[in-house]
């Protein structure tokens, strides 16, 4: 069964950074494109950011010039730097594949407040 690992989230003020690693297994980071994805009470699933295993990436237009994604293939990491945080970006965040094969982690609860 694949799963993820996903941690590094927390409490953070307006403005700070924060990253968060997600650790997989092989098959996964053998699958082309991973991403991560936030969950916020009320909302839809959003899709933050993916990567392919070349490095290419792609943002959603919330985060684009805040957040940045990258991956270790060798390691089976994937890490989503998070800077400029707003209260908006107040979500439980998780990784996958993408699209979206494998069962969902845990994630990672990050919130954004004064």
């Known amino acids: 069964q694949m799963q993820f690992g996903e941690s590094g989230g927390g409490l953070v003020q307006p403005g700070g950074p924060l990253s968060s690693p997600c650790a997989s297994s092989?098959?996964?980071?053998?699958?082309?494109?991973m991403g991560w994805y936030r969950q916020a009470p009320g909302k839809p699933g959003e899709l933050v950011a993916s990567?392919?295993?070349?490095?290419?990436?792609k943002y959603g237009g919330s985060v684009k010039g805040r957040f940045t994604i990258t991956r270790h293939n060798a390691k089976n990491t994937m890490y989503l730097q998070m800077n400029s945080l707003k209260p908006e970006d107040t979500a439980v965040y998780l990784c996958n594949t993408h699209p979206t094969l494998a069962s969902w982690g845990q994630g990672t609860q990050v919130t954004v407040s004064a």
């Open positions: 092989k098959i996964i980071f053998s699958i082309n494109e």
């Open positions: 990567i392919e295993s070349g490095g290419r990436k």
